[in-house]
């Protein structure tokens, strides 16, 4: 599986986003749990054979910075939101783990128009 990384700046360069790409198909994002992620895991290759999946990693994690510039929860949410605005997403899938759950959540309540389906896997919250 081809995966490529993608380094977007958001709110005036306050924070730098770091995103795993790959795969084909309808948007899908996966938000990490709060323990993070190490890179491309195996169950992101099932689903990039159906998707194209973008693993983004949150602010304070891999190469992603900016976490002193966000306020609280909702704010981690709408950093999200704006995230998929920078990648060019009017909408995407969204599978949550964790923190990653709570923030899809978090998402879905927001802007339910920007989300298509969406899987929780022992969301927070």
Do not use: C, N
């Amino acid at each position: 599986m081809a995966v490529e990384t993608l380094i977007t700046s958001l709110r005036g360069g306050d924070f730098q986003a770091e995103v795993l790409r790959g795969g084909s198909g309808p948007p899908l994002m996966y938000l990490h749990g709060a323990i993070g992620q190490k890179g491309w895991d195996p169950f992101l290759d099932r689903l990039a054979e159906e998707f194209t999946v973008y693993a983004p990693f949150f602010p304070g994690y891999s190469g992603s910075t900016g976490l002193e510039h966000l306020d609280d929860v909702f704010d981690l949410t709408l950093y999200h939101l704006e995230l998929m605005d920078a990648l060019g997403l009017e909408w995407a899938h969204l599978v949550g783990h964790f923190l990653g759950g709570m923030i899809s959540i978090e998402i879905a309540a927001t802007a339910p128009r920007s989300v298509g389906r969406m899987v929780l896997v022992a969301p927070a919250g």
